[in-house]
């Protein structure tokens, strides 16, 4: 029944079940559609709904994929890990996170809290916030981690580059990570670079998750960065 409701197109995207798929289409097509289908689809051909990872990007996309789900499965769909990136994180690092040298009970740090941390460590290093602003600082350092690089790396890079200004901004970096580990504290761009750290370091937990998630599906997927691709 599923399957009868939805366009050539989109019927082919939902069948396409045994090698990775990307949709491509535009705004109001139903891609959104065609990736719930697809879950209801891999459940009514055996699937177990906690086999199934569906990520997204923003909370009320994540709310509204569950609504769709749970119109269309009813109870089933209610066990789809259905979240967006950071919360599917979450999850996660709460199951082990003990393994990377954190506590399980961490404390996640919004932007705020963020920026009272980066305003401490400018003031401890001596550094003037007007020519360091906090939003730039902590901008830089969420580069970074996007890309993966710590503040090891970061300050060894700008160093033999001789920037001044970077290699300030990497001392801050190297600060904070230190404040926010001692305060078992994460930011939300940990969130995912420590998923990605317990994945690549520990195998038990890596082969954990590639048993239990047997179909990995992505809205948006165009606008993951580079940390998001690797977790993925």
């Known amino acids: 029944m599923i399957i009868e409701e939805l366009n050539e197109s989109q019927r082919e995207a939902v069948l396409c079940c045994d090698a990775p798929s990307l949709v491509i289409a535009g705004a109001g097509s139903g891609k ?3 990736l719930t289908s697809k879950i209801a689809y891999l459940l009514q051909s055996g699937m177990q709904p906690w086999n199934i990872l569906a990520l997204t990007f923003t909370n009320k996309a994540a709310n ?3 609504e769709r789900l749970e119109r269309m499965l009813g109870e089933s769909g209610c066990d789809v890990w259905a979240s967006t990136f950071h919360s599917a994180c979450v999850r996660i690092l709460r199951r082990d996170i003990d393994r990377i040298g954190y506590s399980r009970d961490f ?3 919004d ?5 009272r941390v980066i305003k401490d460590c400018l003031k401890d290093l001596g550094l003037d916030e007007k020519t360091f602003s906090t939003r ?3 901008s830089a350092i969420s580069h970074a981690k996007e890309k993966m690089i710590s503040a090891e790396e970061y300050c060894e890079h700008w160093e033999k580059q001789a920037d001044w200004r970077k290699i300030r901004i ?3 970096y190297s600060l904070y990570t230190q404040r926010l580990q001692s305060a078992n504290a994460l930011d939300f761009d940990d969130l995912i670079l420590k998923t990605v750290h317990l994945l690549e370091r520990d195998r038990e937990v890596r082969e954990y998750y590639r048993r239990k998630f047997r179909y990995v599906l992505i809205d948006e997927y165009q606008d993951t960065n580079h940390l998001q691709y690797r977790l993925t």
């Open 32 to 34: 959104t559609r065609v």
């Open 64 to 66: 509204e994929l569950k």
């Open 107 to 109: 404390t996640i740090y």
């Open 111 to 115: 932007t705020d809290d963020s920026k």
């Open 136 to 138: 730039e600082v902590l």
């Open 170 to 172: 990497g001392k801050v």
